[in-house]
Every structure is written in C-alpha cells, then in structure tokens.
C-alpha cells in the first residue's frame, strides 16, 4: 500500500470528495496540516442510519413539498411512517435524478427514457443536484464536528479553505461538470468567483475506483511494474471500464491504456426490466394495481435483487397480507415467485452489455496485455452478476478480484486521494478534439475545386475556403499527460481594428471512425460543439496593412488548450515583442446534442 506523502501546503484546509450516485451516495475527507501525512476518512454516520454502523452510503432520494422545498433527504426519507406524510403533505418523491444529466448520446436504447421518474415541476436536474449537495455536506459537516477532538473550532478553521472533489461517470463530460459546479454553487458549497470556482474539481468514477483500489492496497500483491489493469465499476446508474498500465508501482505512476468506456447497465436497469415484467406478468391479476406493484418492486430492490445468485433456485418477492393470493400468476400467501430463469433475465442484458465493453476495452488497448480486472461499485456486491461475469471473464483469460467489502466507498474515498496524490499522470482522449477552420483556396486541388462555390475572400485578398476540420487530439490514440498543452493558431482580419478586441473559438467533438476526418459537412451528424472559448484579445497586437479594399488589421493569436486534468481549461497566447504572453480564457459549453457514435 503506497503511503501518502506529507502536505506541503502552508495553511490547514479540508479535501472533501463528494459522491453523488443514482441510486446511493457517499462522501470521504482527509484534514491538510502542513507537513502532516494526511489520512483519508469516510462519511459513516448519516441522520436516519443511526442503528447502522460504519454505513458509508445513504440512498439518493427526496421528498419534495409541492412549494418546491425540500421535506426530506436520504435515509430520513424511508423513515417509518413517511408514506403518511406523503399523503397529508402531497409530497413528490424523486429518484435516480442523476440520470437526468447523462449525455443522450450514452442512451443505447430507450429503456431509461421510458422508464426514468421526472423531476419535480419547475425545478431543474442542477436544482435537485444542489439540494442533495447541500444535505451531503451538512451531514459531512456534522459527522467531522461529532468525531474530532474540538470539531467545531477545527470546522471553522477550514470551512472557508475547503477542496471539493466531485466524481462523475467516464461518460460525462464538460458540459456535466459544468452543471455540476453549477449545483455546488447554489448549494453553497462556493461562490461564484473565479476562485471558488477554483475549488471544485471533478474525477471519474473509474479513475476515483482505482486511486481507491491503489491506496487500499489491493493492487499491491497482483501488480509490478508495467503491469496492466482495468477496473470496472458497477454501479446505480452505470457501469464504467477504465484500462491502465502501471509504469511504476514505487512511486505509483499510472497510464490510460485506452479512451475509458461508460455503459447504462448499472442495477436500475435490473429494476426496469423487472418493472416491465412484472407489469406485464400481471396485468390480468388484481395484484397488478400500482399500490400493490410498488410494494413488490420496492422489495425486490431492497431484498430480492441484492441476493440473487443461482438462476438454479426460486426467488421471493414479499407484499402485502396473508390472504394475498394467485395461483395462475405465483402468488401465494402474500409472496410472488420468481423462477430463476426469469430473475436471469432481468441480469442477463447488464452482463452481456459489460462483457461487450470489457472487448472493447481490451481492443483498444490492443499494445498492452490486460490479464487483471477489478470489480467494485455498488453492483459489484450482487452475487450472481460477480460469479457469472467471473465466468465469462475467465473464458477471455481475465482474472476478476473483487473486494471483500467496502465496495460502495471506493469512488468517494478515491476522490479524496485524486487530490492528494494524482497517481494517473497521461490520459486518453474519449473524442477527437479539433476546431472548424478556413484554408487557402488551392485550385489545383480536386477536392477544394469540387467546393468552389464556398469561396470567399479576406481583407488582404487571400481566397479561402471553410468548413475544414483541424484535429487538436485524436480519440483513442494520442496520449495527454498531466499539464499538457495543446494549442491551435489563428489569424483574424478586420476592416476596424476594434472588432479584434473579443474572440470566440468553437472546440468541435469529432465521434466517428475516420482517423483523419477533413471537412465538417462530410457526417455532419457526428460533429458537435464541445464547447466555445471566449478570450479578451483587446491586447493581443494586430498589424495594419493594405489590401485591395485599403486598409485592414491582421492579428495572431493562438487558443491553448490544458488538457491533461480531467477538466478541460483554456488560455489564450500571443507573440509580443517576440516574447509570448498568455491571458485567461473562458469555457462556455453548448446544451448537449442528441448524437451517437
């Protein structure tokens, strides 16, 4: 087990990682004293959880007063007696909301979109992400203040110094992270300045899951150097694969092997598959009335789900009495069975869908040798979904390990040690990054001949043609370490010199297959915008020249992009008097598009 090294920093502050799942949710905290090795601790005691001890999770559901307030958050919203409060205070109860956020793109088939529980009215998924956020950090808050020696004094020397460490799925991407820090900022976790905004940061669930993984020392005894691993991490809402190669065990230094993968298969799909069946199982007997359906789905969530394990043995759904009772559709006494084949059928698609991507996986880290997987998430603990995926993995020459326990806290604490440690020094890009540009009109070129009619000239005379795409980072192949710039060059010109003094640069997201992808209105449907960049270019120098039309300027700048963190950042740069300069530059992110790979 690696040992983390002392903090460095000159002022105490707190590192809070906040994990926000769809159907659980955690948090974990190390305190920074200077020169101090820091430790990493879990949330594990949560209003409602009382009698449950060492629970580091807390289910993520609320119940919503039809004001719109919150009435009640995680395990005190399953309290006993809450059903009649629903009723004498016309509650909204709301779930799986994280889902909301998922990129369309990630939706494989239309099973969540039937299927998934709406927001309240009027509020929107950043609302409800901040209201969770604000519940999640006071019970963080409360759990410090009660465990520590003089909590409160300790929480008051840091409450303004706190590092939050937000995961997310491989899936999400800059325009997630944007709502996300968004929702931390209406929950007060910060403010709105630039240097608050500085103090959230944001992981992936499957790079979160192997700094857990790493710090907890279950790597120490399979891996050495060069070794490689993927790490699947199963959860609520979805299953993500990352893949890495460890360059180095002492000190930990780890590679991206391939572009990490993320699949809508966690356990909420087991639930709408059962939803669906069981609707349509009974929709002939008396028991098929939603009161009575909502009973046996929560039962099969809380109990019947979680303990499947041989499709050799019956499986038992419990609701209301006694006198509950009809042969044609296995009802008996109050308790519906289940054959194995059909609990089966609820798992099977899941399965398959990870196997499928564990094939990807290892095809595009086709250069290295994967021979160890590692299993953890909230999903993870269900036995059958582990002995049959150890199956089929074994088939494939992979060996599966699978913590004994403690699963459900790998994202949350291995936040906390992403900001701590940072063991994954190079990245593989999900997308091909690159930009729409204008170029020399060349009419030797059978391909700028055919486009001709999309001419236009410039100030200075230049005939150029547009809708090229310029690749800033191919997908799945170019390798992005920590604090790696990448940068794209363009010239303006302008018959006023004052319209030079802001600047906008489209980021295009490229998803097909061509390797070298030249103009954007060939697949139009697979190009979309990333994000914008905005940049204040008033001192960016610019040229006065004559073109055929007199006077015009020209200016040179270059967008730079940091790319190595998990959150893409932008600058802006110029030559002046030979001497690059660099200024800020802003990242705004388009409202997601419905397109597929």
């Not at 906040?18 to 955690?26: A, K, P, Q, R």
């Not at 709502?179 to 905004?197: C, H, T, W, Y």
């Not at 789900?305 to 759904?317: C, G, L, R, T």
């Amino acid at each position: 087990m690696p040992t983390l090294h002392p903090y460095r920093g000159a002022t105490r502050k707190l590192v809070l990682g906040i994990d926000v799942g769809t159907t659980y949710s955690g948090a974990a905290y190390a305190l920074l004293d200077p020169g101090e090795v820091p430790k990493i601790h879990g949330v594990t005691r949560f209003p409602g959880q009382e009698n449950v001890a060492s629970d580091s999770k807390i289910p993520s559901i609320l119940y919503y007063r039809p004001d719109g307030t919150v009435y009640a958050v995680g395990a005190e919203a399953m309290r006993s007696g809450i059903e009649l409060e629903v009723e004498d205070h016309q509650l909204v109860f709301v779930e799986w909301f994280k889902l909301h956020l998922r990129p369309e793109r990630l939706d494989s088939n239309d099973l969540i979109r039937r299927n998934l529980p709406p927001l309240p009215p009027g509020k929107k998924v950043e609302d409800v992400f901040a209201d969770y956020l604000t519940y999640l950090y006071s019970c963080a808050r409360q759990f410090i203040c009660e465990t520590h020696g003089n909590g409160e004094s300790l929480w008051k020397s840091v409450e303004a110094r706190i590092e939050f460490v937000l995961s997310h799925p491989n899936g999400w991407e800059g325009l997630q992270q944007g709502k996300m820090r968004e929702a931390a900022v209406k929950a007060g976790l910060i403010s709105n300045s630039v240097a608050d905004q500085s103090r959230v940061h944001f992981v992936t669930e499957g790079e979160a899951s192997l700094n857990f993984c790493i710090q907890s020392g279950l790597t120490t005894d399979t891996l050495q150097d060069s070794e490689n691993v993927m790490i699947i991490d199963a959860g609520g809402g979805t299953v993500d694969i990352s893949s890495y190669t460890f360059v180095s065990v002492s000190p930990v230094s780890v590679e991206e092997l391939t572009a990490a993968d993320c699949i809508l298969q966690g356990s909420t799909q087991v639930n709408l598959r059962a939803e669906e069946y069981l609707k349509k199982k009974l929709q002939q007997s008396e028991y098929g009335n939603p009161d009575d359906l909502k009973s046996m789905l929560d039962y099969f969530d809380s109990s019947t789900k979680p303990v499947f394990k041989d499709e050799n043995e019956m499986s038992y759904i419990k609701f209301g009495s006694m006198k509950c009772n009809d042969p044609a559709v296995s009802i008996r006494r109050g308790q519906l069975t289940l054959t194995g084949s059909e609990m089966k059928s609820f798992f099977k698609p899941s399965l398959s869908a990870i196997v499928a991507a564990v094939a990807k996986q290892r095809r595009g880290a086709s250069r290295a040798n994967i021979s160890t997987v590692f299993l953890v998430g909230g999903f993870a603990a269900n036995p059958w979904l582990y002995t049959a995926l150890k199956t089929k993995l074994n088939s494939l020459g992979l060996t599966l390990y699978r913590p004994d326990s403690h699963t459900n806290k790998a994202v949350a604490n291995g936040s906390v040690c992403f900001y701590l440690e940072q063991f994954v020094t190079a990245r593989i890009p999900k997308v091909t990054f690159g930009t729409d540009m204008s170029i020399d009109f060349d009419s030797t070129d059978p391909e700028h001949h055919a486009r001709r009619h999309d001419k236009y000239v410039l100030q200075s005379g230049r005939v150029m043609l547009p809708k090229r795409f310029s690749t800033i980072l191919k997908r799945g192949i170019d390798i992005i370490r920590t604090q790696q710039e990448v940068s794209q060059s363009y010239s303006q010109e302008a018959h006023e010199s004052r319209t030079l003094n802001t600047v906008g640069a489209d980021i295009l997201a490229y998803r097909g297959k061509k390797g070298e992808p030249k103009w954007i209105d060939i697949e139009p449907e697979l190009y979309a915008t990333l994000c914008t960049v905005y940049a204040d270019t008033s001192q960016v120098t610019r040229h006065a020249k004559r073109g055929p039309n007199g006077i015009y300027y020209e200016q040179n700048y270059s967008v730079v992009l940091l790319c190595g963190l998990t959150e893409l950042q932008a600058q802006i740069s110029w030559i002046e008097n030979g001497v690059e300069e660099r200024g800020p530059a802003r990242i705004v992110y388009e409202e997601d598009l419905n397109f597929h790979q």
